[in-house]
């Protein structure tokens, strides 16, 4: 069973507050990735990770950062939101098989 | 770079009907290839996958696909449908020389009627 969370599920913040979304998961993957979906929409990947200490940026421009400190997490940031950051945000992990995906985090920045 | 096309945005089937949803690849090598289902509001779920072998895979809730390199696709099939199939399908190609990517097809609707 796959272990990939995300948290929080839900979160409406104000423009300009600084947001952290959550991702851990518990499988030992060194692979991990952001997407961005709009409702509805396709999945545009916005960072991914190698592993420890390896962050890159995906095919979609974004305002947000990522790190990757420990194996198990990957957080991704907002140092100031916007309306336009309103979307659902979906973090996945990897091993040598497939990508397992957490629940998302729908934000909407009001 | 390697990408993925779903041609349908959205289709409509019959409970009961077949199916066939559309994938087709750019990659210059074998493809590690993936079908994900989504219901609203919710993250992906593994249908499928294919890394090698047999180029006819067979996944959960019924569903099949097959691998045709010839044609660079990997279309999903399900004989029967039910109403409980209605989601949002996507198909993924992930490269396992360089960029380490998971790229994503724009995703196909499954609406299926009475």
Redesign the interface.
Known sequence: EADIYQTPRYLVIGTGKKITLECSQTMGHDKMYWYQQDPGMELHLIHYSYGVNSTEKGDLSSESTVSRIRTEHFPLTLESARPSHTSQYLCASRGEGEAFFGQGTRLTVV | AQSVTQPDIHITVSEGASLELRCNYSYGATPYL?W?VQSP??????LL?Y?SGDTLVQGIKGFEAEFKRSQSSFNLRKPSVHWSDAA?Y?C?V?SNFG?????????T?LTIIP
């Open positions: 993936f994900y509001g919710q993250g992906l779920q593994l996958k890394f949002e996507f993924a992930y960029n380490e990517k998971l790229t994503f097809g724009t995703g609707r």
